[in-house]
């Protein structure tokens, strides 16, 4: 698997001066993110392509191919594969379409695909697929990416990888994560995953520096496989799969061949395995954070800490229909936070009203974080003021010392929420649901390795 993502050569078969040749773009991507390694580009003409040496074929390129991306018209990837076969190559992805999503003859050319690679001991990608990514070592074969785009990710790598079957879907969490505390490790496109599937990407993001595994999918390949990945992972799985009903079903046979699952017996095998169901396409990208900056959540009674009465009530009731509890804190503890400063309610919501003190907003952090009332913490705080700002910078070491965490939302324009995660690297959520949730998947998450656990300790 790593040859995918850390490839010393790579020859790009397709890759030529044409116009819209989608080959091309990646030899000039490649060449544009300055990536440590040799590489090539295959066409009838043997022309070079970008700084990519050309080439008429695999046999004539001198030395071993760690890599190879097929862009090729569909009926020439069985040759391809050949060709790939007697070179030596063990990695490829085929980025070209035109096999079972195409019906009986698609599915012929893709058998055929399929006996030359177990002949050869070829591991392929695809096909129908965008390619990988890893930010941390700058290389990149997704086809149609052009130079300037996302230079953020590769400036500023990150630790979530992705397994994705749509390319578009890549684009809208690279395009997200401009804006937020967390960014991409690696990339995956498997398109139509007729070798890699889900599994073999979580057991080798279970092996690098990945903290969280966000997925995309329209099928899942072998069920049994994925659930049993699923629960070796020691990281969280984030997965949001399609095909929830028949038109939804009907869209990803279309888009990637992919035979819809039982969605009621995904649903329940995701609970068993640990794997934490996303409810929209947004929390493949806003939910990482809770997991890479906070601790887990390990009970579910929330203390609310607002300077908005309005947003006390609005919360309340989110965590409530979420299935946590807004316990009335105990008259000792009360009297502890009223005795930090002037405030508007001390029970749960605590309302801090217009405090501009950061000494208060500490102390009342410390004190209901080391209490033994409250499990997390949920911080709904207006940015009115710097004093704000900067008590919420802290707040995330005082959870990590107290080993809680907290869901932070400020109810702010959408636009000074990313200019604050921006600037101040604040793990802030775009909503009051967004940060409820948040805290609803820790929990999960902490209640499914707990139980892994205990599983461990029987056998």
């Known amino acids: 698997m790593d040859a995918f993502f850390n490839p010393r050569s790579l020859a790009v078969i397709g890759a030529s001066n044409k116009a819209f040749n989608l080959g091309a773009t990646i030899c000039r991507f490649i060449s544009y993110l300055k990536y440590d ?17 050309g080439y008429t074929s695999l046999a004539e390129i001198p030395g ?28 490829v992805i085929i980025e070209t379409a035109g096999f079972n999503e195409e019906g009986e003859a698609g599915q012929q050319m893709q058998q055929e695909v399929n006996r030359i690679a177990r002949e050869h001991g070829i591991r392929f990608i695809g096909p129908n697929c965008l390619g990988t990514m890893n930010a941390h070592n700058r290389f990149c074969c997704f086809f149609g990416a052009q130079p300037g785009m996302y230079d953020s990710v590769y400036d500023d790598p990150g630790t979530i990888s ?19 505390v967390v960014n991409v490790n690696k990339m995956m496109s498997i398109g139509n995953k007729e070798d890699i599937d889900e599994a073999d990407c979580i057991d080798y993001f279970n092996t690098d520096n990945t903290e969280v595994i966000g997925m995309y999918l329209e099928s899942i390949h072998n069920g049994t496989r994925f659930m049993e990945a699923a629960r070796r992972s020691s990281k969280p799985v984030l997965v949001y799969k399609v095909g929830r009903t028949e038109a ?7 888009h990637t061949a992919g035979m819809a699952n039982n969605d009621v017996i995904f649903d329940a095998a995701c609970r068993q395995a640990g794997v ?65 400063g002037k405030l508007y309610n001390v029970e749960n919501p605590i309302d801090m009203g217009p405090t501009l003190s ?11 974080l080391e209490s033994n009332e409250i499990d997390g913490l949920l911080p709904v705080l207006n940015v009115w003021q710097p004093v704000v700002i900067e008590a919420l910078m802290e707040l ?12 932070i939302y400020v109810p702010n324009a959408v636009d000074r929420i990313l200019q604050l995660r921006r600037e101040y690297r604040l793990p802030g959520f775009l909503s009051p649901e967004e940060a409820v949730r948040a805290l609803q998947v820790s929990r999960f ?13 029987l056998v």
């Not at 191919?65 to 990695?91: F, S, Y």
């Not at 996303?278 to 809770?290: A, G, T």
């Open 162 to 180: 992705y397994v994705i079957q749509s390319g578009g879907v890549g684009v809208l969490i690279m395009d997200s994560l401009v804006s937020d």
């Open 64 to 91: 071993e191919v760690d890599l190879a991306v097929i862009l090729t018209p569909a009926h020439v990837v069985p040759q391809v594969m050949e060709e790939c076969g007697h070179k030596g190559i063990k990695a």
């Open 445 to 457: 998450y902490y209640n499914a390795q707990k139980k892994k656990e205990q599983v461990t300790s």
């Open 276 to 340: 934490i169901r996303c409810n929209d396409i947004s929390e493949l990208h806003s939910m990482p954070k809770i997991f890479t900056t906070m601790p887990l959540l390990k009970g579910n009674r929330i203390a609310i800490f607002t300077n908005s009465g309005a947003f006390g009530g609005i919360t309340s009731d989110l965590l409530v229909e979420a299935g946590f509890t807004v316990p009335t804190l105990s008259e000792e503890l009360q009297k502890k936070i009223a005795e930090t």
């Open 396 to 407: 995330g070491e005082i959870c990590k010392a107290c080993d809680k965490p907290a869901s």
């Open 248 to 254: 939804g079903a009907q869209a990803a046979m279309s």
């Open 37 to 53: 390694g040799e590489f090539y580009a295959v066409n009838r003409k043997g022309e070079n392509v970008a700084d990519c040496k």
């Open 358 to 368: 950061k000494e208060t907003f500490i102390d009342i952090f410390t004190l209901l």
